[in-house]
């Protein structure tokens, strides 16, 4: 095998795509040999019941488990565009309407990170600006793990909210919006061209809690990047913050690395958009348009793009939204 070769890691970069390429097809074969053989317990189970030794429901519980694993490699076969397999930064926003919908906006988080928790992801937390009364104004999650970008990308979008606000004395049921802007965290086997001399930083002190240390020291960094686009010649202010921890060094390096992801993603749209004038029967996705309301007194989350809703609203803001992905995914995923 290549990766027993002596030399093999001598290059590191080589040696990563390579080992991505192997966890990639092992998952596959892992796959496939899990339905094999729960296909196969299926029939020896079936013969069972026709002779008394096996029930009707433990057939059923077993066969709805083999639909379930023929459905996850499924769902797999739609995350096949070439960021899918990497890790994710989501960035949530709140829209206008003051605490409420900056409330919003922080139970979206609180929401992601029980959905990173939930699929064994990790998450970490940069650039929170806290709310002026409640919750949060923008935050930036960095989801790390296997094709968790594939997952999230169809979060893209504005988020409605329908509720009695508790901070409303009225009583009055209200609407609030947040949006969510999915982007996939480019590791170094990707190659991002970033011109330095575009680049300036500032420092800051850090806010929010954390001990004395945190407003002592400026620890917080903001990236300014002049970017060019290379198709179109317009020009913008690329700026990123993060306050992620207090060793600025790291936290410099955190903000380069959503610069790459987020110059990956913008050649990435642009492929998109090319693939799109193609193919230009297929349904269009529409990005950052409202794809999702979340109606708490009618105990009812609707996705508006598939149509998939669900009752359970307590679970859904638990983290509990693998039904609502895999249902973006069913329809769209093969589009892409």
Request: hydrophobic share 35%; aromatic share 8%; proline share 1%.
């Amino acid at each position: 095998m290549r990766t027993q070769a002596p030399d093999f890691w001598n290059d590191a970069k080589n040696a990563e795509r390579v080992m991505k390429q192997v966890r990639e097809l092992k998952g596959w074969i892992e796959g496939c040999d899990a339905v094999t053989r729960s296909v196969e317990d299926l029939n020896v189970l079936f013969e069972f019941a026709k002779e008394g030794e096996a029930t009707e429901e433990e057939v059923d519980a077993h066969y709805a488990e083999t639909v379930r694993l023929v459905e996850n490699l499924e769902l797999k076969n739609m995350l096949q565009g070439e960021a899918d397999e990497m890790s994710c930064v989501l960035k949530i926003n709140s829209g206008a309407g003051g605490t409420e919908s900056q409330d919003w906006a922080s139970m979206l988080m609180r929401m992601y990170i029980r959905w990173a928790e939930n699929n064994h992801y990790k998450c970490a937390v940069s650039n929170l600006q806290d709310g002026d009364e409640a919750g949060i104004k923008t935050v930036t999650l960095q989801i790390e793990g296997d094709f968790a970008y594939g997952y999230l990308k169809g979060e893209n979008g504005v988020h409605r909210l329908v509720r009695v606000s508790p901070y409303n004395a009225q009583g009055k049921r209200m609407t609030s919006f947040a949006s969510v802007f999915a982007t996939p965290l480019v590791d170094d086997t990707i190659d991002v061209v970033i011109n330095q001399a575009a680049i300036s930083w500032d420092t800051f002190r850090s806010g929010g809690a954390g001990g004395q240390n945190v407003n002592k020291v400026e620890s917080g960094v903001r990236l300014r990047y002049q970017y060019k686009d290379p198709y179109t010649g317009e020009e913008e202010e690329i700026l990123i913050e993060n306050t992620e921890t207090r060793d600025q060094p790291k936290n410099k390096e955190n903000a380069l690395r959503q610069l790459r992801s987020i110059l990956y993603d913008k050649e990435l749209q642009h492929r998109m958009a090319e693939q799109a004038k193609v193919e230009a029967g297929k349904k269009k996705i529409e990005w950052g348009s409202q794809i999702r309301s979340y109606v708490f007194d009618d105990r009812r989350v609707k996705d508006h793009r598939t149509n998939y809703q669900t009752s359970d609203v307590g679970g859904v803001m638990d983290g509990k939204i693998d039904d609502f992905i895999k249902a973006y995914l069913m329809e769209f995923g093969g589009q892409e």
